[in-house]
């Protein structure tokens, strides 16, 4: 196997994510200072680090092997939660693309063009921390140049697949991934995961994805598995609940009914896969 040369806290980030991974046990924090920075920082607000114990952001991105010279894609960031932490962190060395909602279709919705309209003002109202980020269209499979071909170091999904299994475009998204990233470049895909063996209507319906669907969709297209991790998996989700993932927080989609309850199991059991796009 050749060794690339790396960072020393890259290598052991890596081994540490491994180690935990092989042992079932949550990785250990990494040790880039400037992720850990860009989490830390007091500009993120008080409601998005709220969610950082359920969504373990330093511990995940580390899995997924980021690094700040990096030319990263998040795929449909929503509101922007990982925003505020990858925009700052590729500011300096790397570059962060927002395959966002496509607003030039006509059937885009008013609340997807007040979010891109939101996020852009945002970048372009503090460049100092965001840099120079770039906002693309994504909605396969109309849209689906969600960077220069071949140009993206890592692309990252965080909870979306179920959308696009919901949509019939699971297909054409996973394709997109495979052409923005260049050769050796790693796609790292966190969604509810759902019970083994879920039918395609199941999925559709509760939001839980089987964990080998989303293995065999990206195999399709040609990526090779390397990973998983632990990092986001909730053993208090026994995923049978009455509105899907849905009736979990955020959303909580039962209002007051049995709310105490559903806050008590936190948000969704997650699986957190990593897969490459292979050298020619």
């Known amino acids: 196997m050749k060794l690339i040369s790396a960072a020393p806290w890259a290598l052991a980030a890596v081994l540490a994510a491994s180690v935990c991974a092989a042992a079932g046990a949550r990785p250990a924090a990494a040790t880039d200072p400037q992720l850990e920075a860009a989490i830390a920082s007091p500009q993120r607000s008080d409601a998005d680090r709220q969610r950082d114990r359920y969504r373990h952001p330093l511990q995940t991105l580390s899995f997924f092997g980021i690094r700040p010279d990096m030319t990263v894609v998040e795929v449909s960031p ?8 990858l925009a700052p962190y590729l500011s300096k060395s790397g570059r962060y693309y927002a395959a966002a909602s496509a607003v030039s279709l006509p059937t885009a919705s008013d609340g997807a063009k007040k979010a891109v309209a939101a996020m852009t003002a945002r970048f372009a109202a503090d460049p100092a921390r965001y840099g120079t980020p770039v906002i693309t269209e994504f909605q396969p499979p109309l849209r689906v140049d969600i960077a220069p071909a071949a140009s993206a170091d890592l692309v990252v999904s965080f909870r979306n697949v179920h959308n696009w299994i ?67 998996h909730n053993p208090k989700d026994t995923k049978d609940h009455p509105e899907g993932v849905w009736t979990l927080p955020p959303t909580l989609e039962l209002g007051d009914q049995d709310r105490a309850k559903y806050v008590a199991i936190g948000e969704s059991d997650r699986m957190t896969l990593k897969f490459i796009k292979p050298q020619p």
Not at 78 to 85: L, Q, S, V
Not at 179 to 201: F, Q, W
Request: hydrophobic fraction near 40%.
């Open 166 to 232: 919901a949509r019939d475009s699971e297909l054409a998204a996973f394709q997109a991934f495979y052409a923005a990233l260049k050769p050796g470049g790693t796609l790292g895909i966190v969604e509810h995961r759902g019970k083994p063996g879920e039918t395609v209507d199941e999925m559709k319906k509760t939001g839980y994805v089987s964990e080998a669907y989303v293995k065999a969709l990206a195999q399709q297209v040609g990526f090779r598995f390397v990973a998983s991790s632990p990092v986001n």
């Open 78 to 85: 929503g509101a922007g939660w990982y925003t505020e932490i």
